[in-house]
Structures are given as C-alpha cells and as structure tokens.
C-alpha cells in the first residue's frame, strides 16, 4: 500500500537523498528483502535508485522509512526486533521526540552513506574516505554497546547485545555490524547493483556458483527484462511481416 507523499511531513528526509522528491511511501509490510546481507536490505529501503544504473537522478522514489516509527517497524520486518521491543521503543520515542527524531536522521543518512560506499564497490571504484570514516565510526560506536562475555556453550567468549529498553538506536547496530562484516569479507566483490530496466539500483549479494547473477529478483527485474526482449523481438518480426505484405517487396533477389 501507497499513500501520497503530501499526507505526512517530510521533515529533513530530502536533504539525506539530494536531488529526489517522494513520490509514494512504501508499506513496510510489502518490502521485499532481496539484498542477501542486512546491511544491504537497509540500503534497499529507497525504491527506486535508478540513478545508479542509469546515472541520471530519478523524478521521484518510493520511500519506506518515513519517520523513527517506520524505523522500528523495519527492525521488526527483518526480525531484528521482536513486538515486546517495538513496543519498548516506541514508548521511548513518544517519551523522547526530539531523541527520536535525531535517531530517524541519523538512521536515514547512514543509509545513504551506505549505499554509496557499496554502490562504488559495486562499480569497481573506491569508497571516498569521509564515507569509510562515517562507516568506522558508526561501528565504534556500535561496538563500545557491547559486552564480552562467556559463550553459550561454554567455549571462548562471544559478544553480548544486551541494550536498555530506551536505547533508541539499537535497531542500527546490527545493521553497522553487518555492514563491517560485509566490507571486510572477500564476498564484497560480489556486492551488485540490479539494473533491471533502468529502474532499479537496488543492491544484492550474489551468492550464486558461477557469479553470474544480474538481478536482485528473478521473478521481478529479470522477468519484466525477458518480457521487454520477448516484446521487441516479436514486435520487430510483426514489423517485418507487415512491411512485407504492405511494400510489396517478398524479401527475394
């Protein structure tokens, strides 16, 4: 489900996604988790980024995180978060707006420096510094949350999440994690951008044997390109038919 873009308050979201407008807000429900990393399916929270594939800005996105509200329901989407610990920081977040809020902004414009740092990758590139220095720093952040401490099983140590009801940036840190873990393992050369029609941009791991996956969906982008091949194909035989029987010409020497 969609709504208009003029039925909820902007705040500064457009300044995280320079060159854009909201055309429609995305139903949190309906979103599709196809980038194979968290860190990926949080960048993939824009639909579309088109400007990656066709270098030209989009007239308008498709936005799923509105607000800090949308934030913690997308924690709970990708089961990050479970309905006790939405419900904790949403209460937190009507007791705490302005914190809140800063949260949401933050969230928003860590997304965007993500998808920049992967995208650049994607593309062969280097990651431009200030956004690696974003990512590292995000992480240290992330990481002085937790707490070493004896593993489950009794064997070495293991890192413990446990953040208060009230820490209203916990849905990230998993995310920076993921993140980390992604840039620092060598399956980040797999890291692709979908082109699909010229419309996606979307970014996805490509887990498969031969590496060769193009799209982040088969049963969406890389149907609606077979479709478009089938179309021009059967388009421009009935074309040749046509001028054919209406030319005159029966095609023979």
Known sequence: MTHD????PLSELQSHVAGKYIEA???IEELELLGGRLCLDFVNTVESRSDLVTGEPPKGYKEYLMNYEDL???GGHVQLLSAEQQTALLQAAARMPEAAHSC???????????????????????PAAADLEAVQSAYMETMAQGQLAAATDGAGLAWRWQPPEDALDQVLWPVVRSAVELLTAPE???VKVCPGVGDCGWLFLDTSKNGRRRWCSMESCGSRVKMRRYYAR???????????????DDGKD
């Open 234 to 248: 059967t388009h421009t035989g009935q074309a040749e038919d046509s001028g054919g029987e209406h030319g005159g």
């Open 25 to 27: 807000i995305g139903d």
């Open 72 to 74: 913690v329901h997308w």
């Open 188 to 190: 980040v050369a797999r």
């Open 104 to 126: 949401f902004e933050r969230a928003i414009a860590f997304r965007e420096t993500l998808c920049r740092v992967f995208s650049a990758i994607a593309s062969g590139g280097a």
């Open 5 to 8: 873009h003029e039925q909820r």
